[in-house]
Protein backbone atom coordinates (compact mmCIF):
# COMPACT_ATOMS: atom_id res chain seq x y z
CA UNK A 1 0.00 0.00 0.00
CA UNK A 2 1.38 3.61 -0.99
CA UNK A 3 1.64 6.02 1.50
CA UNK A 4 -0.49 8.26 -0.17
CA UNK A 5 -3.94 6.91 0.71
CA UNK A 6 -2.25 5.82 4.43
CA UNK A 7 -4.13 7.45 7.65
CA UNK A 8 -1.80 9.03 10.19
CA UNK A 9 -1.24 6.92 12.81
CA UNK A 10 -1.62 7.93 16.52
CA UNK A 11 1.53 9.12 19.03
CA UNK A 12 1.59 6.44 21.59
CA UNK A 13 4.57 8.47 23.32
CA UNK A 14 7.29 11.14 22.51
CA UNK A 15 10.31 9.52 24.01
CA UNK A 16 12.51 9.24 21.13
CA UNK A 17 14.80 7.06 23.09
CA UNK A 18 11.99 3.92 22.85
CA UNK A 19 11.89 2.18 19.49
CA UNK A 20 8.73 -0.70 19.06
CA UNK A 21 7.81 -1.92 15.93
CA UNK A 22 4.46 0.40 15.71
CA UNK A 23 6.77 3.56 16.29
CA UNK A 24 6.75 6.26 13.23
CA UNK A 25 8.60 8.31 12.55
CA UNK A 26 8.42 12.15 11.72
CA UNK A 27 10.24 15.08 9.78
CA UNK A 28 12.44 16.75 12.54
CA UNK A 29 9.86 19.85 12.56
CA UNK A 30 6.91 17.24 13.22
CA UNK A 31 8.79 15.86 15.81
CA UNK A 32 9.67 18.71 17.44
CA UNK A 33 6.19 19.99 17.81
CA UNK A 34 4.84 17.15 19.24
CA UNK A 35 7.31 17.70 22.06
CA UNK A 36 6.97 21.17 22.36
CA UNK A 37 2.59 20.23 22.64
CA UNK A 38 3.78 17.03 25.10
CA UNK A 39 5.29 19.69 27.36
CA UNK A 40 2.72 22.34 27.13
CA UNK A 41 0.22 19.12 28.31
CA UNK A 42 2.43 18.33 31.17
CA UNK A 43 1.98 22.07 32.31
CA UNK A 44 -1.85 22.17 32.22
CA UNK A 45 -1.39 18.75 34.06
CA UNK A 46 0.22 19.98 36.82
CA UNK A 47 -1.90 23.18 37.15
CA UNK A 48 -4.91 21.22 36.73
CA UNK A 49 -3.66 19.21 39.89
CA UNK A 50 -2.71 22.40 41.89
CA UNK A 51 -6.16 23.78 41.00
CA UNK A 52 -7.67 20.79 42.51
CA UNK A 53 -6.18 20.85 45.63
CA UNK A 54 -6.87 24.31 45.91
CA UNK A 55 -10.51 23.90 45.46
CA UNK A 56 -10.21 21.23 48.48
CA UNK A 57 -8.77 23.77 50.53
CA UNK A 58 -11.37 26.43 49.94
CA UNK A 59 -14.38 23.85 50.44
CA UNK A 60 -12.49 22.37 53.68
CA UNK A 61 -12.68 25.90 54.80
CA UNK A 62 -16.15 26.73 54.21
CA UNK A 63 -16.90 23.17 55.45
CA UNK A 64 -15.88 24.61 58.80
CA UNK A 65 -17.77 28.21 58.21
CA UNK A 66 -21.07 26.42 57.44
CA UNK A 67 -21.01 23.56 60.44
CA UNK A 68 -22.22 26.10 63.02
CA UNK A 69 -25.13 27.13 60.68
CA UNK A 70 -25.89 23.68 60.23
CA UNK A 71 -26.35 22.86 63.85
CA UNK A 72 -27.69 26.02 64.81
CA UNK A 73 -30.63 24.98 61.80
CA UNK A 74 -30.72 21.19 63.83
CA UNK A 75 -31.81 23.03 67.23
CA UNK A 76 -34.95 25.24 65.07
CA UNK A 77 -35.91 22.12 63.28
CA UNK A 78 -36.26 20.13 66.44
CA UNK A 79 -39.32 22.70 67.14
CA UNK A 80 -41.27 21.31 64.09
CA UNK A 81 -43.33 18.02 64.89
CA UNK A 82 -42.34 15.55 62.18
CA UNK A 83 -39.94 17.84 60.44
CA UNK A 84 -38.07 14.79 58.87
CA UNK A 85 -40.23 12.65 58.16
CA UNK A 86 -42.29 15.06 56.08
CA UNK A 87 -39.13 16.06 54.15
CA UNK A 88 -38.53 12.94 53.11
CA UNK A 89 -41.84 11.27 52.25
CA UNK A 90 -42.22 14.33 49.80
CA UNK A 91 -38.42 13.73 48.25
CA UNK A 92 -39.33 12.36 44.92
CA UNK A 93 -35.99 9.61 45.16
CA UNK A 94 -36.16 8.88 48.73
CA UNK A 95 -40.02 8.65 49.11
CA UNK A 96 -39.89 5.92 46.12
CA UNK A 97 -38.12 3.49 48.88
CA UNK A 98 -39.98 4.17 51.59
CA UNK A 99 -42.26 1.78 52.85
CA UNK A 100 -45.44 2.78 54.77
CA UNK A 101 -43.95 0.96 58.05
CA UNK A 102 -40.96 2.52 57.74
CA UNK A 103 -42.60 6.25 57.51
CA UNK A 104 -43.91 5.74 60.45
CA UNK A 105 -40.79 4.79 62.08
CA UNK A 106 -39.57 7.90 60.86
CA UNK A 107 -41.91 9.74 63.09
CA UNK A 108 -39.25 9.25 65.34
CA UNK A 109 -36.22 10.99 63.87
CA UNK A 110 -35.21 13.68 65.63
CA UNK A 111 -31.60 15.07 63.37
CA UNK A 112 -29.92 14.30 60.50
CA UNK A 113 -26.31 15.37 60.43
CA UNK A 114 -24.31 14.94 57.24
CA UNK A 115 -20.57 15.39 58.22
CA UNK A 116 -17.68 15.18 55.07
CA UNK A 117 -14.18 13.70 56.23
CA UNK A 118 -11.31 16.50 56.84
CA UNK A 119 -9.66 15.58 53.84
CA UNK A 120 -13.24 15.61 52.11
CA UNK A 121 -12.02 13.47 49.40
CA UNK A 122 -11.70 10.61 51.49
CA UNK A 123 -15.47 9.89 52.53
CA UNK A 124 -18.02 10.99 54.58
CA UNK A 125 -20.73 10.04 57.13
CA UNK A 126 -24.39 10.29 57.28
CA UNK A 127 -26.28 10.24 60.78
CA UNK A 128 -29.92 9.70 61.67
CA UNK A 129 -31.09 10.29 65.46
CA UNK A 130 -34.08 8.88 67.06
CA UNK A 131 -36.18 8.90 70.04
CA UNK A 132 -37.24 5.76 71.77
CA UNK A 133 -39.50 4.16 69.43
CA UNK A 134 -40.76 0.52 69.50
CA UNK A 135 -39.05 -0.54 66.42
CA UNK A 136 -35.23 -0.63 67.40
CA UNK A 137 -32.86 0.36 70.17
CA UNK A 138 -30.49 2.65 68.84
CA UNK A 139 -30.39 6.16 69.20
CA UNK A 140 -28.67 6.72 66.03
CA UNK A 141 -27.74 4.99 63.23
CA UNK A 142 -24.84 5.69 60.88
CA UNK A 143 -23.51 5.11 57.69
CA UNK A 144 -20.20 5.87 56.35
CA UNK A 145 -19.09 6.14 52.82
CA UNK A 146 -14.80 6.32 52.69
CA UNK A 147 -12.08 4.80 50.07
CA UNK A 148 -10.43 1.86 51.13
CA UNK A 149 -7.10 1.39 51.32
CA UNK A 150 -6.59 0.34 48.20
CA UNK A 151 -8.56 3.28 46.53
CA UNK A 152 -11.63 1.85 46.06
CA UNK A 153 -14.85 2.83 47.35
CA UNK A 154 -16.70 0.93 50.40
CA UNK A 155 -19.52 1.93 52.96
CA UNK A 156 -20.60 0.52 56.47
CA UNK A 157 -23.11 0.77 58.88
CA UNK A 158 -24.39 0.13 62.37
CA UNK A 159 -25.83 -2.72 63.46
CA UNK A 160 -29.24 -1.69 63.89
CA UNK A 161 -30.55 -3.48 67.16
CA UNK A 162 -34.47 -4.68 66.07
CA UNK A 163 -37.21 -5.37 68.65
CA UNK A 164 -38.77 -8.57 68.85
CA UNK A 165 -40.91 -8.58 65.82
CA UNK A 166 -40.64 -5.12 64.30
CA UNK A 167 -37.59 -6.26 62.06
CA UNK A 168 -38.86 -3.56 58.75
CA UNK A 169 -35.83 -5.13 56.97
CA UNK A 170 -37.20 -8.75 57.26
CA UNK A 171 -41.03 -7.65 56.82
CA UNK A 172 -39.64 -6.00 53.45
CA UNK A 173 -37.88 -9.07 52.00
CA UNK A 174 -40.64 -11.48 53.17
CA UNK A 175 -43.22 -9.09 51.40
CA UNK A 176 -41.31 -8.97 48.87
CA UNK A 177 -41.09 -13.04 48.77
CA UNK A 178 -44.45 -13.26 48.65
CA UNK A 179 -45.53 -10.36 45.88
CA UNK A 180 -42.81 -11.37 43.35
CA UNK A 181 -43.44 -15.42 43.74
CA UNK A 182 -40.01 -16.51 42.95
CA UNK A 183 -39.58 -13.48 40.40
CA UNK A 184 -35.76 -12.90 42.13
CA UNK A 185 -34.63 -10.68 39.87
CA UNK A 186 -37.37 -7.77 40.51
CA UNK A 187 -37.20 -8.55 44.36
CA UNK A 188 -33.35 -7.36 44.27
CA UNK A 189 -34.36 -4.05 41.84
CA UNK A 190 -37.16 -3.06 44.84
CA UNK A 191 -35.36 -1.35 47.95
CA UNK A 192 -36.85 0.29 51.22
CA UNK A 193 -34.86 2.43 53.23
CA UNK A 194 -33.55 0.39 55.94
CA UNK A 195 -32.74 -2.46 53.57
CA UNK A 196 -30.31 0.83 51.75
CA UNK A 197 -29.04 1.86 54.90
CA UNK A 198 -27.82 -2.19 55.62
CA UNK A 199 -26.60 -2.92 51.93
CA UNK A 200 -23.37 -2.04 51.28
CA UNK A 201 -22.83 -4.20 48.01
CA UNK A 202 -21.93 -1.30 45.39
CA UNK A 203 -20.79 2.22 47.45
CA UNK A 204 -20.17 3.70 44.04
CA UNK A 205 -23.47 3.76 42.69
CA UNK A 206 -25.48 4.53 46.15
CA UNK A 207 -27.70 6.79 44.46
CA UNK A 208 -29.41 7.40 47.96
CA UNK A 209 -26.91 8.07 49.87
CA UNK A 210 -25.79 11.08 47.49
CA UNK A 211 -29.24 12.54 47.27
CA UNK A 212 -29.41 12.94 51.32
CA UNK A 213 -25.41 14.31 51.07
CA UNK A 214 -26.33 16.62 47.99
CA UNK A 215 -30.04 17.53 48.03
CA UNK A 216 -31.65 16.85 50.75
CA UNK A 217 -29.20 18.29 53.97
CA UNK A 218 -28.11 21.31 51.86
CA UNK A 219 -31.56 22.78 52.14
CA UNK A 220 -34.49 20.74 53.14
CA UNK A 221 -37.20 23.46 53.68
CA UNK A 222 -37.91 23.48 50.46
CA UNK A 223 -38.92 19.72 50.77
CA UNK A 224 -41.12 19.97 53.93
CA UNK A 225 -42.53 22.95 52.52
CA UNK A 226 -43.75 20.51 49.85
CA UNK A 227 -47.33 20.44 50.66
CA UNK A 228 -48.44 23.77 51.12
CA UNK A 229 -47.03 25.09 47.75
CA UNK A 230 -49.72 22.14 46.78
CA UNK A 231 -52.16 22.87 48.58
CA UNK A 232 -52.06 26.38 47.73
CA UNK A 233 -51.91 25.65 44.26
CA UNK A 234 -55.02 23.13 44.36
CA UNK A 235 -57.19 25.87 46.09
CA UNK A 236 -56.17 28.12 43.46
CA UNK A 237 -57.36 25.31 40.72
CA UNK A 238 -60.80 25.08 42.50
CA UNK A 239 -61.41 28.49 43.02
CA UNK A 240 -60.80 28.93 39.30
CA UNK A 241 -62.89 25.90 38.17
CA UNK A 242 -66.22 27.05 40.53
CA UNK A 243 -65.82 30.35 38.50
CA UNK A 244 -65.76 27.96 35.31
CA UNK A 245 -68.90 26.06 36.57
CA UNK A 246 -70.72 29.01 37.42
CA UNK A 247 -69.63 30.90 34.12
CA UNK A 248 -71.22 27.64 32.03
CA UNK A 249 -74.66 27.88 34.83
CA UNK A 250 -75.39 31.69 33.96
CA UNK A 251 -74.78 30.81 30.11
CA UNK A 252 -76.87 28.18 29.94
CA UNK A 253 -79.30 29.95 32.02
CA UNK A 254 -79.64 33.11 29.85
CA UNK A 255 -79.92 30.99 26.53
CA UNK A 256 -82.58 29.00 28.68
CA UNK A 257 -84.49 32.21 28.73
CA UNK A 258 -83.65 33.62 25.71
CA UNK A 259 -85.70 30.71 24.28
CA UNK A 260 -88.76 30.94 26.55
CA UNK A 261 -88.86 34.45 25.52
CA UNK A 262 -89.00 33.47 22.07
CA UNK A 263 -91.58 31.32 22.29
CA UNK A 264 -93.41 33.85 24.23
CA UNK A 265 -93.10 36.65 21.21
CA UNK A 266 -94.47 32.94 18.93
CA UNK A 267 -97.45 32.02 21.16
CA UNK A 268 -98.55 36.01 21.28
CA UNK A 269 -97.89 36.42 17.61
CA UNK A 270 -100.30 33.44 17.72
CA UNK A 271 -103.14 34.29 19.28
CA UNK A 272 -103.36 37.75 17.67
CA UNK A 273 -103.37 35.94 14.93
CA UNK A 274 -106.22 34.03 15.77
CA UNK A 275 -107.87 37.00 17.47
CA UNK A 276 -108.18 38.66 14.21
CA UNK A 277 -109.91 35.84 11.90
CA UNK A 278 -111.99 35.51 15.18
CA UNK A 279 -113.27 39.32 14.75
CA UNK A 280 -113.94 38.59 10.94
CA UNK A 281 -117.91 38.28 10.53
CA UNK A 282 -118.52 35.82 8.31
CA UNK A 283 -120.46 36.83 5.04
CA UNK A 284 -124.16 35.56 4.71
CA UNK A 285 -124.81 33.96 1.28
CA UNK A 286 -127.98 36.55 0.58
CA UNK A 287 -125.63 39.60 1.14
CA UNK A 288 -122.68 37.72 -1.18
CA UNK A 289 -125.78 37.25 -3.78
CA UNK A 290 -126.80 40.88 -3.54
CA UNK A 291 -123.62 41.82 -4.01
CA UNK A 292 -122.81 40.39 -6.75
CA UNK A 293 -126.38 41.06 -8.22
Not at 8 to 31: C, F, H, I
Not at 35 to 53: F, G, H, R, V
Not at 161 to 182: P, Y
Request: aromatic fraction near 8%; include cysteine; hydrophobic fraction near 30%.
Amino acid sequence: MSDTGASPAKVRKLDPTEETSESREYDPETQKALEEIDSCQNEIDQLNEKASEEILKVEQKYNKLRKPFFEKRNDIIKKIPNFWVTAFVNHPQISAILEEEEEECLHYLTKLDVEEFDDIKSGYRIKFYFDENPYFENDALTKEFHLSSIGDPASHSTEIKWKQGHNLVERFRIRMQQTEKGSRKRALEIRSFFSWFSDHMDPSADEIAEVIKDDMWPNPLQYFLVPDIEVENGEGEEDDDEELEEEEVDDSVVVVEEEIEELDEEGEEDDEDDDDVEDEEPVEDGESGSANA
